[in-house]
């Protein structure tokens, strides 16, 4: 009975063991690294993927981070705020944009510049009379007064005799009507001259001061003062006081000028640019448009003094007296 339960056993362990050796030679030997170039079945399975290997990242350090925290000192401008708490910012009217409220703004130099002039340039002479000559003299007789309404300069000159104070030459003159502004019918006098500085003949007359509407002036002075530039078209640069200015618009009928000034207030935050529009301020105020004007402080109000009238004759309104024409 042993013995037929010992060949069982004996039996079982070879199929087992035949079993065993059938797997591994049809199923996992193909599955050994080095043998599925042999076999066609796993070949798609043994390629490598295409693409880039993805570099490695290094894991997040806390210590290595740590090295690159701003110290206190660094972080001055008061933006300091932790997970739970914002920072409280403010509306800085000088820098034009938001800051802590904790945080004390530089002191903004003001704007440093001022319109002195904008306009066509105008021909600096007029004519301001004439002494007609005496009967049976030419024309080139005529005795001429004209002013520099810049200098304020008064000369005589003479028909086809050059003026060299002025660098002008007169060449005709003649009186003609014509209509004023108001509608009103009037009378004139004309010169004609030859400049020699621009080099062209020019027509001045005793009303006022002719002006080359081709051409623009635009005049600008820093606030003491001095230096001053004149450009003739928007866009002109200059540099003044370690900023940038830019002409950016001209309004004649406003008589306003907007400019751009780039300057660094901050090295650590670059170059900041304010823009103010400037208007010809008058004697004594040197205030753009978008300046805020002073609080007023109260005075104390004195009586008017009454002064007696005077028994001497009052001077005519131009102080002197007209010339003949």
């Given at each position: ?6 060949k ?81 910012t403010v ?33 600096p ?60 019918a ?92 400037l ?6 105020d ?16 004195s ?23």
């Amino acid at each position: 009975m042993s013995n037929r339960n010992d060949k069982i056993l004996a039996g079982s362990a070879v199929g087992l063991l035949l079993i065993a050796v059938a797997v591994w030679f049809f199923v996992l030997g193909p599955l050994v690294p080095g043998d599925a170039e042999h076999d066609p079945r796993l070949k798609s399975q043994a390629t490598q993927l295409g693409g880039d290997v993805y570099p490695p990242t290094p894991r997040a350090d806390i210590f290595g981070f740590s090295s690159n925290w701003e110290r206190p000192e660094e972080n001055e401008e008061g933006w300091n705020y932790d997970i739970f708490d914002s920072v409280e910012t403010v509306w800085d009217e000088q820098l034009r944009e938001y800051q802590p409220k904790s945080y004390v703004p530089p002191v903004i130099p003001p704007f440093g510049i001022q319109l002195v002039r904008l306009g066509h340039p105008h021909y600096p002479l007029i004519l301001r009379g004439s002494i007609a000559p005496q009967a049976g003299k030419p024309e080139t007789a005529r005795i001429i007064f004209i002013e520099n309404v810049d200098t304020k300069n008064s000369i005589s000159v003479n028909i086809g005799k050059l003026n060299s104070e002025e660098g002008i030459m007169p060449l005709a003159y003649r009186s003609e009507n014509y209509t004023g502004e108001d509608g009103a019918a009037s009378k004139r006098n004309i010169l004609r001259v030859k400049d020699i500085k621009l080099g062209k003949e020019i027509e001045i007359n005793d009303i006022k001061p002719i002006e080359f509407a081709d051409q623009l002036d635009i005049v600008l002075a820093a606030s003491s003062g001095s230096p001053s530039w004149t450009f003739h078209a928007q866009g002109a640069t200059f540099e003044h006081g370690g900023a940038t200015f830019v002409v950016k618009g001209v309004d004649l009928q406003a008589g306003s000028v907007t400019v751009d000034k780039t300057f660094t207030p901050n090295p650590r935050k670059g170059p900041k640019t304010l823009t103010e529009t400037l208007v010809i301020a008058p004697t004594g105020d040197t205030k753009s448009k978008n300046s805020t004007p002073p609080t007023a402080t109260p005075k104390s109000v004195s009586p008017p003094l009454i002064t007696p009238p005077s028994s001497t004759t009052p001077p005519s309104s131009t102080g002197k007296a007209n010339p003949i024409r």
